[in-house]
DNA sequence: CTAAACGCTCTAGTTAACTAGAGAAGCTAG
DNA sequence: CTAGCTTCTCTAGTTAACTAGAGCGTTTAG
């Protein structure tokens, strides 16, 4: 039983994905997208899984990785198998990255609230350790 | 009673934040930080506070926001009072988005933790939810 | 069968965020 | 008072990630 799902041209990509077309061909140069296929007459043909390939890719990269770097999962995606040491490392490096972000993120969420109901107007009693940009209240 | 704290040269600042000169000159021209003042000379003269400002600019960044985002931000912390309503509603954005990115950032963890067990080798009937690039298990 | 839409390559331009270097002037320890 | 470090401005270069345009070939709907 052959899944036979249809390769789709790059205009379909584009559209589905909402990502430009001159984007797309960018990444399959950077090998991100991998389009070995080609029509008779050179029409790039992508394989059926691009889109979740490209929405990965865009969340990662808004989540502040490199195109190189997320060039690199996509690699051990690619191998298929469970990765080497050296690479678990890395994976489990990134990881820890991932949770310090989290926590980052709060604390930008905090200060942000902080921000919000004007806590700058908070006394020198009171330091807000939570809003290192709110640690001195200047004008006072 | 006059909080007497002296304001420091930018080698200083430097040092202390582990950010470059020529980075920490750069912000000051984008308008991230103030120096209004100068030696006679006309060395820059940084605020006790720029040190906190530098390392809420760093995280930030870290997170994905741009600088003219940032400094958005610092100019509502700079003018000290409440914000104004258009202010608000881009502030509230800003931290709906923060919202946003926590669960993206949850999502691309567990992405990292499947490539970490190897979770291509799946089988086809039962596809990883959470996991949009091993949604295919190609080369079965 | 042909016109419009789509796709190809190649070259070059853009933006953000730095980063480097030159040449001159300010500051400071001995 | 001067050697040597720091800082200044100005100009220009770099990297990542696109983005635009020219000029030409491919596909497909009528």
Known sequence: MLVQETPRLIGAIAKESHIPVKT?????????????????????????????????IKRAQSLGLSLSEIKEFLDIYDRGNLP????????????????????????????????LSGSTTVSKTSPQLICPIIQHTIKA
């Open 84 to 115: 080497c040491d050296h690479v678990k490392v890395k994976l489990n490096n990134k990881i820890a990255e991932i949770d310090q972000q989290l926590q980052q993120l709060q604390i930008l969420k905090q200060e942000l609230i902080g921000l």
């Open 24 to 56: 797309i061909r960018y990444y399959e140069e950077l090998g991100l997208l991998q389009s070995t296929r080609r029509t008779e007459g050179g029409f790039r043909l992508f394989p059926p899984d691009t889109i979740s390939r490209l929405s990965f």
